[in-house]
């Protein structure tokens, strides 16, 4: 059986440095943000906000505990124990819908990308 480096094997190169590969800027592994061009978040709004509408349960906080804004997010989970869940539904729903509409960035400052 021939070896893949013999004759009527096409050869083998090695691949190019991460840089080089076309459309992916190594700055920006998640890509750009389309008006601003500011490098998008690893996280995805889409789950965050999900997340954040648990307040309907009376568990928000989650959202904000995911994008790694965990004082809020531990905030957001006293407040709803305290109120019995009256708190968490009302933050819960706001929360969900800045986080949904572009209104929160990632403890970096970077914009959340959409998807999941």
């Known amino acids: 059986m021939p070896s893949p480096q013999s004759?009527?094997?096409p050869p083998r190169y090695p691949?190019?440095?991460y840089a080089q590969y076309?459309?992916?800027d190594?700055?920006?592994p998640f890509g750009r943000h389309p008006v601003t061009g500011q490098p998008l978040s690893d996280k995805s709004k889409t789950v965050a906000g999900l997340l954040q509408l648990l307040g309907l349960l009376g568990i928000a906080g989650i959202g904000r505990i995911y994008l790694g804004q965990i004082g809020l997010g531990v905030a957001q989970l006293l407040v709803g124990f305290a109120t019995c869940g009256l708190g968490a539904v009302i933050w819960g729903i706001v929360d969900a819908l800045l986080i949904l509409t572009d209104k929160v960035s990632d403890p970096q400052g970077r914009p959340?990308?959409?998807g999941t």
């Open 7 to 9: 004759p009527g094997y």
């Open 15 to 17: 691949a190019p440095p």
């Open 22 to 24: 076309p459309g992916i």
């Open 26 to 28: 190594p700055a920006a």
């Open 112 to 114: 959340l990308r959409d």
